[in-house]
């Protein structure tokens, strides 16, 4: 499966997001897009939506460029997972697009929320 991962440059992305997925071994079996893993500058992803087959948006604050991501996503039929931490609440323009919305205590749980859409999705294909 082919996974991109949205979320907003102002966060700890390599500490709360990247490190943790890649650190669990269950993630290596699947192609995980994070659009900032090589370089912290800003990139067109807009190349990238067309061929993944869901999107995991991290949706604790809102952003802009999260949103027009989940706009291109949303427009190509994707299935987005918006994730937020609790005490956030995400933006209602992603709550609008999300397949679902779940809520996140720490970095180790969103990878496990994250793992668990995963398994639920690729057992419905």
Not at 18 to 27: A, I, N, Q, T, V
Not at 85 to 90: N, V
Request: proline residues 5%; glycine residues 4%; hydrophobic residues 30%.
């Amino acid at each position: 499966m082919k996974i991109y991962i949205a979320h907003p440059t102002d966060m700890d992305y390599e500490n709360e997001l990247y490190k943790p997925l890649r650190s669990d071994g269950f993630f290596s079996q699947h192609e995980l897009i994070l659009p900032h893993e090589e370089s912290n500058k800003i990139i067109n992803t807009r190349d990238d939506y067309k061929n993944v087959d869901s999107v995991i948006a991290e949706c604790s604050k809102p952003s802009t460029g999260v949103g027009i991501e989940l706009g291109w996503f949303y427009d190509e039929r994707k299935p987005i997972y918006c994730f937020y931490k609790i005490g956030m609440k995400p933006s209602g323009s992603a709550a609008a697009v999300a397949k679902e919305l779940v809520e996140y205590s720490d970095s180790n749980d969103l990878a496990n929320k994250i793992r668990s859409v995963i398994e639920k999705q690729s057992t419905c294909e």
